[in-house]
């Protein structure tokens, strides 16, 4: 219409749109498109760098802006939607417009599994996605892991080098089509394809196979886990002797007929993030799945791929109600790697690295752009924590409160992870693993370039652990950056405040296998007055002797024999370390004046109490000692067993009692976790009392003991205390890099730390 002829009508305004957070990715543009549309608006919508634009123009302007508000797109995350006033313009239609590029302020989504809507197309013959193996919607499939930079398009993921077919074209670009610019589209006439069939994969579990299958973050190891013969099988390919494996099965029904679940459990195992979900087996599997605990890691089918390796195993029953039966399958999906190496994620590295361990390698040619392992999660007192936090939960950002200078935390050399910050946010990394090995390394180095990219984060300042012999640190060191080395229990206490934005002073009771002290002495069994950038550590647990360094966490019968040393019980040594002949002639230099290192480390002292109690003379992965040492208590009491000198918690008397009586297995469990617990609040309680702090954050590894959390809770509230405890990141070291951004940040912000420095 020419210029001079067109009218605005009365009851039109324009609005204009920027919408921040998780809003690339997860399908808003279609929904804008179709809101848009029912509300007989005009205008655009498109991704940039900053997240998505849109502006609308017509009477129902603002109804647009409040139903966005009250139902965005399921799988968005928005942190801010900030809307101007525009100049009306001459009306036309509603268009995606192409995303503009530019320094990235956005964020991508995190990756979530297959929905319901593309499982009915795959199940059903009619369709071109039936039995195919990555079917994806705008609403479900993988992110984060086949993003390579933003803004989200296809030829920025690695789905770029399938081209569409002319099918998959026309849901493209159909507005009312639940693949409208759903960038990983495919099907079986233009995706990629599987190796083998999924008849080959079924034959291969059934028969005791071990399958290495791809997911969406790395490769699967794969075995029929009631499979007595095939899990121990799979235990010695991958050298794997004792720590648990996970276990995934099709659906909640078939999961409660392996573990018991209360409502958060069960909420969480459904969570379309699929975390996998500690809770109490029942029984039904392989005795060696998760020899000596009580609980299992259950996790319910996410990709497509799982649920037709499922259906063929099932026997590849008809209608959709068998998704929902409960089933007698049960699977090991257990991260496929090495002793200890980074997961496999590349298709010719699981040919070399994974061909000794599989009897059959799934493979496709969608490229995983980074590898992120499943989360793992366990309800402690009544809410969910994090012991991995990994697929389906990065890149979610934590808010710190405040913006700053960008921080690169290199966290530390056990469970490592990277914190990378922008503004107000932290962004904390996938699980990394133990830096002891190149592989690892190599991973550590592609998860912040990968990171980095993404997000468009040049970093400022960096922060890393006070310990000089990590490797963690060394490359903070080397980098460049002005570093703030924090101490390791002050960043397990300013992980948990960043986390519930607590400000001002809180008392920190940090429980773990051990971190290099101010002092140069391991710490591991800390209270810490904080309030950043300020601390003080106030109190300790009473020192233990650490007979052989390192090898004490391997062996915890060195802490038995240091246990008995600080009792002047040595004479018991030969009785109760019969077994480990080394015990004599540690005992023996004890008694000759050979001293050791003293160590206030709540992780030797469970293997301390652990070794004493009959249960450990050789540790095969970390924490087994004291994660099985609490499978075996049923319960906790009221208890006496310990004493207070001098600001140190000394459970000196618990020893004694189990001595004394002959205590072993879960009675010896239940008299130390009493004496703990009871001891430690009785100490955080007489110290919280004389610094006038009500609020006590708890971090540290010892914070995954589910007994030992949810007795503190309870115990703190008795005394009018709030308890604060890791629930967004891990509490053992995996939480590490969090709390040494935030407190660097803190640092930066008091003047401590300079660009210059």
Same mark, same amino acid.
């Given at each position: 219409?020419?210029?001079?002829?067109?009218?605005?009508?009365?009851?039109?305004?324009?609005?204009?749109?920027?919408?921040?957070?998780?809003?690339?990715?997860?399908?808003?543009?279609?929904?804008?498109?179709?809101?848009?549309?029912?509300?007989?608006?005009?205008?655009?919508?498109?991704?940039?760098?900053?997240?998505?634009?849109?502006?609308?123009?017509?009477?129902?302007?603002?109804?647009?802006?409040?139903?966005?508000?009250?139902?965005?797109?399921?799988?968005?995350?928005?942190? &801010?939607?900030?809307?101007?006033?525009?100049?009306?313009?001459?009306?036309?239609?509603?268009?995606?417009?192409?995303?503009?590029?530019?320094?990235?302020? @956005?964020?991508?989504?995190?990756?979530?599994?297959?929905?319901?809507?593309?499982?009915?197309?795959?199940?059903?013959?009619?369709?071109?996605?039936?039995?195919?193996?990555?079917?994806?919607?705008?609403?479900?499939?993988?992110?984060?892991?086949?993003?390579?930079?933003?803004?989200?398009?296809?030829?920025? !993921?690695?789905?770029?080098?399938?081209?569409?077919?002319?099918?998959?074209?026309?849901?493209?670009?159909?507005?009312?089509?639940?693949?409208?610019?759903?960038?990983?589209?495919?099907?079986?006439?233009?995706?990629?394809?599987?190796?083998?069939?999924?008849?080959?994969?079924?034959?291969?579990?059934?028969?005791?196979?071990?399958?290495?299958?791809?997911?969406?973050?790395?490769?699967?190891?794969?075995?029929?886990?009631?499979?007595?013969?095939?899990?121990?099988?799979?235990?010695?390919?991958?050298?794997?002797?004792?720590?648990?494996?996970?276990?995934?099965?099709?659906?909640?029904?078939?999961?409660?007929?392996?573990?018991?679940?209360?409502?958060?459990?069960?909420?969480?195992?459904?969570?379309?993030?699929?975390?996998?979900?500690?809770?109490?087996?029942?029984?039904?599997?392989?005795?060696?799945?998760?020899? +000596?605990?009580?609980?299992? /890691?259950?996790?319910?089918?996410?990709?497509?791929?799982?649920?037709?390796?499922?259906?063929?195993?099932? /026997?590849?029953?008809?209608?959709?109600?068998?998704?929902?039966?409960?089933?007698?399958?049960?699977?090991?999906?257990?991260?496929?790697?090495?002793?200890?190496?980074?997961?496999?994620?590349?298709?010719?590295?699981?040919?070399?690295?994974?061909?000794?361990?599989?009897?059959?390698?799934?493979?496709?040619?969608?490229?995983?752009?980074?590898? &992120?392992? #499943?989360?793992?999660?366990?309800?402690?007192?009544?809410?969910?924590?994090?012991?991995?936090?990994?697929?389906?939960?990065?890149?979610?950002?934590?808010?710190?409160?405040?913006?700053?200078?960008?921080?690169?935390?290199?966290? =530390?050399?056990?469970?490592?992870?990277? @914190?990378?910050?922008?503004?107000?946010?932290?962004?904390?990394?996938?699980?990394?693993?133990?830096?002891?090995?190149?592989?690892?390394?190599?991973?550590?180095?592609?998860?912040?370039?990968?990171?980095?990219?993404?997000? &468009?984060?040049?970093?400022?300042?960096?922060?890393?652990?006070?310990?000089?012999?990590?490797?963690? @640190?060394?490359?903070?060191?080397?980098?460049?950056?002005?570093?703030?080395?924090?101490?390791?229990?002050?960043?397990?206490?300013?992980?948990?405040?960043?986390?519930?934005?607590?400000?001002?002073?809180?008392?920190?009771?940090?429980?773990?296998?051990?971190?290099?002290?101010?002092?140069?002495?391991?710490?591991?069994?800390?209270?810490?007055?904080? #309030?950043?950038?300020?601390?003080?550590?106030?109190?300790?647990?009473?020192?233990?002797?650490?007979?052989?360094?390192?090898?004490?966490?391997?062996?915890?019968?060195?802490?038995?024999?240091?246990?008995?040393?600080?009792?002047?019980?040595?004479?018991?040594?030969?009785?109760?370390?019969?077994? =480990?002949?080394?015990?004599?002639?540690?005992?023996?230099?004890?008694?000759?004046?050979?001293?050791?290192?003293?160590? !206030?480390?709540?992780?030797?002292?469970?293997?301390?109490? &652990?070794?004493?109690?009959?249960?450990?003379?050789?540790?095969?992965?970390?924490?087994?000692?004291?994660?099985?040492?609490?499978?075996?208590?049923?319960?906790? #009491?009221?208890?006496? #067993?310990?004493?207070?000198?001098?600001?140190?918690?000394?459970?000196?008397?618990?020893?004694?009692?189990?001595?004394?009586?002959?205590?072993?297995?879960?009675?010896?469990?239940?008299?130390?976790?009493?004496?703990?617990?009871?001891?430690?609040?009785?100490?955080?309680?007489?110290?919280?009392?004389?610094?006038?702090?009500?609020?006590?954050?708890?971090?540290?590894?010892?914070?995954? +003991?589910?007994?030992?959390?949810?007795?503190?809770?309870?115990?703190?509230?008795?005394?009018?205390?709030?308890?604060?405890?890791?629930?967004?990141?891990?509490? +053992?070291?995996?939480?590490?890099?969090?709390?040494?951004?935030?407190?660097?940040?803190?640092?930066?912000?008091?003047?401590?730390?300079?660009?210059? @420095?």
């Amino acid at each position: 219409m020419p210029a001079a002829l067109w009218q605005p009508r009365s009851d039109d305004r324009r609005l204009r749109l920027r919408v921040r957070g998780v809003v690339q990715g997860v399908g808003f543009r279609p929904f804008a498109f179709g809101l848009a549309s029912r509300l007989d608006l005009s205008g655009f919508v498109r991704n940039d760098s900053e997240g998505v634009l849109i502006e609308v123009q017509g009477a129902h302007a603002d109804a647009f802006v409040s139903e966005l508000r009250r139902a965005p797109p399921p799988l968005s995350r928005i942190a &801010a939607i900030e809307v101007s006033e525009m100049p009306v313009a001459e009306r036309g239609s509603f268009a995606i417009e192409e995303s503009r590029p530019g320094r990235a302020r @956005t964020r991508i989504g995190a990756d979530v599994s297959v929905c319901e809507d593309c499982l009915n197309e795959m199940f059903d013959p009619r369709t071109r996605f039936y039995k195919y193996p990555l079917v994806t919607c705008v609403h479900c499939g993988p992110r984060y892991t086949l993003t390579r930079a933003l803004p989200y398009d296809r030829a920025q !993921t690695s789905m770029a080098p399938f081209p569409m077919c002319a099918a998959c074209a026309r849901d493209y670009a159909d507005p009312a089509n639940r693949r409208f610019h759903a960038e990983p589209i495919a099907c079986r006439e233009c995706g990629p394809r599987l190796n083998v069939e999924i008849a080959e994969i079924a034959d291969c579990l059934r028969g005791g196979g071990v399958v290495a299958m791809k997911g969406l973050g790395g490769f699967h190891l794969m075995c029929d886990a009631r499979n007595d013969a095939a899990v121990a099988e799979l235990r010695r390919r991958k050298a794997r002797e004792a720590k648990p494996f996970a276990v995934m099965v099709a659906n909640l029904a078939s999961a409660e007929r392996l573990a018991s679940f209360g409502a958060e459990e069960r909420d969480w195992l459904q969570k379309r993030e699929r975390p996998i979900v500690v809770a109490r087996a029942k029984g039904g599997l392989a005795r060696n799945v998760a020899p +000596n605990l009580r609980d299992i /890691g259950l996790m319910l089918a996410y990709t497509p791929l799982h649920w037709l390796t499922l259906h063929a195993l099932a /026997g590849e029953p008809v209608g959709p109600e068998w998704r929902n039966a409960a089933l007698d399958i049960a699977l090991v999906a257990t991260s496929a790697n090495v002793g200890g190496e980074p997961l496999v994620a590349d298709d010719e590295d699981a040919r070399r690295r994974l061909g000794p361990i599989a009897d059959l390698i799934v493979t496709h040619g969608r490229a995983i752009v980074v590898r &992120a392992d #499943d989360s793992v999660v366990r309800v402690v007192d009544g809410a969910p924590a994090f012991l991995r936090r990994a697929r389906g939960f990065v890149p979610e950002p934590i808010d710190l409160g405040e913006d700053g200078p960008s921080i690169l935390a290199f966290g =530390a050399d056990l469970k490592n992870t990277i @914190t990378l910050t922008r503004g107000r946010e932290a962004f904390v990394s996938q699980h990394i693993g133990d830096l002891d090995d190149r592989e690892t390394l190599r991973f550590r180095a592609e998860t912040v370039r990968h990171l980095s990219d993404i997000l &468009a984060i040049e970093p400022e300042f960096s922060a890393c652990d006070l310990h000089p012999d990590f490797q963690s @640190t060394r490359a903070a060191l080397e980098g460049g950056l002005p570093c703030a080395q924090v101490q390791h229990h002050v960043a397990h206490i300013a992980a948990v405040a960043a986390e519930h934005g607590l400000r001002g002073p809180v008392l920190g009771v940090a429980l773990d296998g051990q971190g290099h002290g101010d002092d140069g002495a391991p710490w591991g069994g800390e209270l810490i007055y904080y #309030d950043a950038p300020a601390w003080r550590r106030v109190g300790s647990l009473e020192p233990l002797a650490l007979p052989g360094g390192d090898r004490a966490a391997r062996e915890p019968w060195r802490m038995g024999v240091a246990l008995l040393q600080r009792l002047g019980r040595l004479g018991e040594v030969e009785r109760l370390f019969a077994e =480990a002949p080394q015990a004599s002639r540690l005992a023996k230099a004890m008694e000759n004046g050979v001293s050791f290192s003293r160590t !206030t480390s709540a992780g030797r002292l469970f293997d301390a109490f &652990a070794a004493i109690s009959g249960l450990y003379r050789e540790q095969r992965y970390e924490g087994q000692a004291a994660m099985e040492f609490e499978a075996l208590a049923l319960d906790v #009491d009221a208890s006496t #067993d310990w004493k207070i000198v001098d600001g140190r918690l000394d459970l000196a008397p618990a020893a004694e009692t189990i001595l004394r009586d002959r205590l072993f297995g879960a009675e010896a469990s239940e008299c130390f976790h009493s004496a703990l617990i009871s001891g430690l609040v009785a100490w955080i309680a007489e110290s919280a009392k004389a610094l006038d702090v009500r609020r006590i954050a708890l971090g540290g590894g010892c914070m995954m +003991n589910a007994l030992l959390c949810a007795g503190l809770a309870r115990g703190l509230r008795a005394r009018g205390l709030e308890s604060y405890f890791a629930r967004v990141v891990p509490a +053992n070291d995996g939480g590490l890099s969090l709390g040494q951004a935030a407190f660097a940040l803190a640092q930066i912000r008091a003047g401590f730390l300079h660009e210059e @420095t």
